[in-house]
């Protein structure tokens, strides 16, 4: 595609990587098929290449207007279009440059700024958003029917294996995660005790960033990120052997710092460090031996959903599900598996109108498969189709967790 950048932005760190990555695409359109938003609205505006063309236009000098921030907005940076994309075009990269760039011309409606300021001071803060969550639940018998099914139902925690093995990592516990399932990485480090690894707690772990930075935030983003290395740092420099993420949308994340911190002259070797050595759960799990966990599915029926961080940012299709299968749980097959559920992080606060019918398509086709028990491996996936279903939605390592052998 070429581009003529105006002065503005041509020598700006910004405008040097929106033009290359402009430059990738040949506007054949083949993401367009995979858009779960221009595949409800049928708007090229409201698909990946169409949201191309308004960058390009913003860089090229033409004003952005709120129309124009409106369409960006509503991508949920899922990255299915990457996926699908013959070019290798990093899309996602570009509609956060985007962002940033645009909401420097345009303001957000007075209300639009206070939802998107007070998001962005609550969720990434876990006692913050446990307080949230206590008083809406005190006030849950007085609300309309729709709003009490939105309350995430907070799940009892584990007791944490507190084992003595030579393999040690540490673990993001993150902000929502941390809050509404802090199960899950108890559940995590009791499957990796009978694995013969030690999961260690990091004090000083804060947010990954990620509500921040993709909200056009980015040094406020950059702060999180900056805080969690600090975090990481000495335990890295003293045998552990990585960081274990089982939020996929963390984890992408922060296998992402070295790129959004390159420029940072203090930070970019130790953010590269950082994610050179963050793994999905799944990816540590999946080389070990399953034998040891001793687990008896008997034939239960799950669905399991793989989050678009999972699938598509972090390119582990398959690798969930594949130890799901190796230890005996049958997985039932769901339709446009590659399609959003409509969580996106923030997405469905910002967005709830998409977002409530994409997690209704998804169900719909999840349910029709006739499973006992939807599994997924990402807090805000888990939240949002839970609201929209009355089976039970589990992170899939507490499947795991729950079914141990002695």
């Known amino acids: 595609m070429e581009t ?34 221009y595949q409800l609205l049928g708007d090229e505006r409201d698909g990946p290449r169409g949201r191309i063309y308004l960058v390009k236009q913003l860089l090229e000098g033409q004003p952005a207007t709120a129309r124009t921030l409106t369409h960006l907005d509503r991508c949920l940076s899922g990255r299915s279009c990457e996926t699908t994309c013959p070019s290798g075009v990093n899309y996602a ?7 940033t760039l645009m909401q420097q011309q345009v303001a957000y409606p007075p209300v639009e700024q206070l939802k998107r ?46 084992s003595t093995h030579a393999r040690r990592f ?55 990120m900056r805080r969690n290395i600090d975090a990481w740092w000495s335990g890295l420099q003293q045998g552990v052997e990585g960081i274990i993420v089982s939020a996929s949308g963390c984890g992408l994340m922060v296998k992402e710092y070295g790129e959004v911190l390159k420029h940072d002259p203090e930070y970019a070797e130790k953010a590269a460090f950082i994610s050179a050595h963050t793994r999905d759960l799944s990816e540590l799990i ?22 678009c961080t999972l699938q598509h940012g972090q390119r582990l299709p398959g690798v969930v599900e594949g130890i799901l299968q190796r230890l005996g749980f049958v997985l039932t097959p769901i339709q446009d598996a590659h399609l959003c559920c409509g969580s996106a992080g923030s997405y469905s606060l910002l967005q709830p ?31 949002h189709l839970a609201t929209g279903t ?15 052998g002695d």
């Open 117 to 162: 300021w007070l998001m962005r001071k609550i969720i990434p803060y876990p006692a913050r958003f446990s307080a949230l969550l206590a008083l809406a639940g005190l006030a849950k018998p007085l609300l309309p029917a729709a709003s009490k099914r939105k309350l995430p139902q907070i799940s009892t925690a584990r007791p944490w294996v507190d």
């Open 286 to 307: 999946a080389g070990e031996g399953l034998a040891r966990l001793a687990i008896d599915p008997a034939g239960e029926k799950i669905a399991f959903h793989a989050p």
């Open 93 to 99: 990269r570009l509609a956060d440059i985007g962002r």
């Open 353 to 383: 109108e998409l977002s409530t019918r994409l997690r209704d398509n998804k169900i719909a086709h999840i349910e029709a498969g006739g499973p006992t028990i939807i599994a997924t491996a990402n807090i805000g996936c888990q939240m």
């Open 170 to 224: 540490l673990v993001l516990e993150g902000c929502v995660q941390k809050a509404v399932t802090p199960s899950v990485n108890a559940a995590t480090a009791q499957v990796l005790d009978r694995l013969g690894i030690r999961l260690e707690r990091t004090p000083g772990g804060v947010c990954c960033g990620a509500v921040s930075y993709h909200n056009g935030q980015r040094e406020e983003g950059y702060d999180f």
């Open 390 to 404: 009355g089976l039970r939605v589990v992170h899939w390592i507490e499947l795991l967790a729950d079914r141990l």
């Open 4 to 37: 003529s950048i105006i002065d503005k932005y041509r020598n700006t760190a910004d405008g040097q990587e929106a033009e290359a990555i402009l430059r990738s695409c040949v506007h054949c359109g083949f993401c367009t098929a995979t858009c779960p938003t």
